[in-house]
Each structure stands twice: as C-alpha cells, then as structure tokens.
C-alpha cells in the first residue's frame, strides 16, 4: 500500500511540473519536456532517499530495497517519458 501511494505521488509531482510549466508561459511541448526532464531528476533522488530510510532506518538489507527501488522510480519515470515521447 505504501508503496502504491508513494507512486501516485510521483505522478501527482509530474502532473504539478507541467502545470506548473504552462502557468509560467512556456508553451504546451516545451513544459511537458521540461517538467519530464526536471521530475525524472528529482524523483530518482526521491526514490533513492527513499530506499536509503529503508536500508539505514527500516533495517531492510540493499537486495530487499533494490526491487522497491525499481518500482517506485521506474513506474511513474517510465510513464512521464512514454505519456512525453508519444504525445508531445
């Protein structure tokens, strides 16, 4: 369950870019771009900081935190560079 919201969250973190992004003037493809480009940064780090609480807080072994890794970056990485390059 955690980390299904943790995912949704990365999405809503992409959504709030590119809204962001138009609001500030850039046009339609060029936000999208730059939101894509700025969050899929910002959430490797997200997602890095988020396994490095599991390993040196939760007690969870790097081989256990690696696939959760996997998933909570990877998803919504993978879904603002697919939604990006085929629409825009």
Same mark, same amino acid.
């Given at each position: 369950?955690r980390?299904?919201i943790?995912?949704l969250?990365g999405?809503?973190?992409?959504?709030?870019g /590119?809204?962001?992004?138009h609001r500030l003037?850039?046009?339609g493809?060029?936000?999208i771009?730059d939101?894509?480009?700025?969050? /899929?940064?910002?959430?490797?780090l997200?997602a890095?900081?988020?396994?490095?609480?599991?390993?040196?807080?939760?007690?969870?072994?790097?081989? #256990? #935190?690696?696939?959760?890794?996997?998933?909570i970056?990877?998803l919504?990485a993978?879904?603002?560079?697919?939604?990006?390059?085929?629409?825009?």
């Open positions: 369950m980390t299904s943790i995912i969250m999405l809503g973190i992409w959504a709030t /590119i809204f962001l992004a003037g850039k046009p493809g060029t936000a771009s939101a894509t480009l700025a969050f /899929i940064t910002f959430w490797f997200a890095a900081t988020n396994m490095w609480v599991g390993v040196a807080q939760a007690g969870d072994t790097f081989r #256990e #935190e690696l696939p959760v890794f996997a998933i970056f990877g919504p993978a879904i603002a560079a697919i939604v990006k390059k085929k629409f825009f």
